[in-house]
């Protein structure tokens, strides 16, 4: 590769602030001496020019076949465009969200099954956005081998990729970066040593594993998810910074919605119990719906169904509760087979948007769930997508796929257990060990003198392992 094109790029993006340097924060909430913004390219023909020329050659030498190209949304589609032109290969494009209406792709252009396509992308550091991608170009039957990009910043996403059967070639590593802009005294001794430092410091996680999961944060994760009721609970963690789920198992109305109003800003979701409540009317379910709105957190009905699909159907749907009207989410066994699921997504009066939180594990003694029966539920879920929000569960070994939720009741601060086999953890331990990104409270809250307060101690104690958990150091 031609060195003195490779300087001149490297400069130039110094100079157009594409690559900065200071104190930043990522995303997963990690602090960063470097920071590149590379959607700053497209104002500079002469830099798009360079570097879509310096990625063509990397191309043709290291790259043996490839039929298509496709860039990761956004920022590469501009460079993958380009080099789509200058290669004369035919360019795919991925959607980020699939049409509402009309064909429902998420891959645009025409293409046949078995055909392969390379990857074109910026920046990667855990390479999780180009597996996203890899992901999608699978699904359609095409076959992702390499990818080319400009920067690798050396945290992990080589090996993530390569683990994945997908070679990367880049332009720059960020040692290469840092190295011509020390050179060119752009940058100090100083900065440059604090980079490298931070560079064997701060590995990125390995994809699809638990801990991958455990390490990103719930924003990120939000554009992971294929359920709508996920990354609605997702982006809700994030704006009012709580993971807490308040399990509101009172009898009376009245009470119920009295406490949503001294709680409701505290808490994410509410889980309610619609059997138990003696006062049941559809104007309790209107009121709580204006609270929902008002707090802006979701509600799960904790209906744990478990029938045939025909029956369940008609539980979700019909009877006193009309259950599918009102709750963003329901929980359900897997024990009668994929029927439920398949009830459970018909679609309904027109409502889309629903989830549900299938049962892996329980928190009670004794409880007859083997560790056969989770992972079966698991796969089970992965064949329904779109209406999974996730698994209630205890561990976090239970699945993987960060853009499902871990809800986990039988959390307490001050008891162990209860007197009918309930087993109550810390929220240090569920959250930090055993992988809960929801935390249910039911009776450690509602029983408390002062709920009000009790909400605020949960909030704050929970949020704040989340916060540890997401900022550790890893590897
Ligand atoms: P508690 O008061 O925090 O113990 O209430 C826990 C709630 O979570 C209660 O409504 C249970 O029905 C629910 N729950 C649970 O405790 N354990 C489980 O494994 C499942 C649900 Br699934």
């Not at 392969?116 to 170009?137: F, H, N, P, Q, R």
Request: proline letters at 3%.
């Amino acid at each position: 590769m031609d060195n003195n094109k490779l300087e001149g790029v490297a400069l130039k993006l110094f100079d157009i602030n594409a690559v900065k340097f200071g104190e930043f924060m990522t995303k997963s909430g990690i602090e960063t001496p470097v920071y590149f913004d590379l959607r700053v390219i497209v104002s500079y023909p002469r830099v798009m020019e360079l570097i879509t020329s310096l990625l063509c050659d990397i191309v043709a030498t290291k790259v043996k076949k490839y039929d298509h190209i496709c860039g990761v949304p956004y920022t590469a589609l501009p460079i993958a465009t380009l080099m789509s032109v200058q290669a004369k290969k035919p360019m795919l494009l991925r959607r980020k969200e699939a049409k509402a209406y009309g064909t429902k792709k998420m891959i645009e252009g025409h293409y046949n099954v078995g055909e392969t396509c390379l990857i074109v992308e910026d920046v990667i550091t855990s390479g999780s956005s180009v597996l996203e991608t890899v992901k999608e170009l699978n699904k359609e039957g095409l076959v992702v081998n390499n990818a080319v990009i400009i920067l690798d910043r050396e945290q992990g996403g080589r090996k993530n990729l390569e683990t994945n059967n997908v070679n990367v070639d880049a332009l720059f590593t960020m040692t290469e970066l840092i190295g011509i802009l020390e050179k060119h005294k752009k940058i100090t001794k100083e900065m440059s040593m604090k980079v490298r430092n931070y560079l064997t410091e701060v590995k990125a996680p390995v994809t699809g594993s638990s801990e991958e999961r455990m390490l990103l944060s719930y924003e990120k994760r939000a554009e992971l998810t294929s359920n709508p009721v996920a990354k609605q609970l997702f982006n809700i963690m994030s704006i009012k910074k709580t993971n807490l789920c308040l399990s509101v198992d009172l009898t009376s109305s009245i009470k119920i919605l009295e406490l949503l109003e001294k709680v409701g800003e505290y808490i994410c979701l509410v889980k309610t119990h619609v059997d138990i409540i003696e006062d049941f009317s559809l104007d309790f379910i209107t009121r709580l719906k204006q609270l929902a709105q008002r707090f802006n957190f979701l509600i799960l009905e904790d209906r744990k169904f478990a029938d045939i699909g025909n029956t369940v159907l008609l539980q979700y749907q019909k009877g006193l509760y009309k259950i599918s009207e009102w709750a963003d989410c329901v929980t359900s066994h897997s024990l009668p087979g994929e029927g439920i699921l398949k009830s459970l997504s018909t679609p309904c009066n027109g409502l889309e948007n629903r989830g549900v939180f299938l049962l892996a594990e329980m928190s009670s003694e004794g409880n007859l769930i083997s560790p056969e029966y989770r992972e079966v539920t698991v796969n089970m879920a992965s064949k329904y997508p779109n209406i999974i929000t996730g698994f209630v569960c205890q561990n976090k070994d239970t699945f993987k796929d960060p853009g499902l939720i871990q809800l986990t009741p039988g959390v307490q601060l001050e008891s162990a257990k209860d007197d009918l086999g309930q087993v109550y953890n810390s929220p240090d331990k569920v959250i930090l060990d055993n992988g809960a990104d929801i935390i249910v409270v039911g009776r450690g809250i509602i029983a408390a003198k002062s709920p009000e307060a009790q909400a605020v101690i949960y909030r704050d104690t929970l949020w704040k392992c989340y916060l540890k958990r997401v900022s550790g150091k890893l590897e």
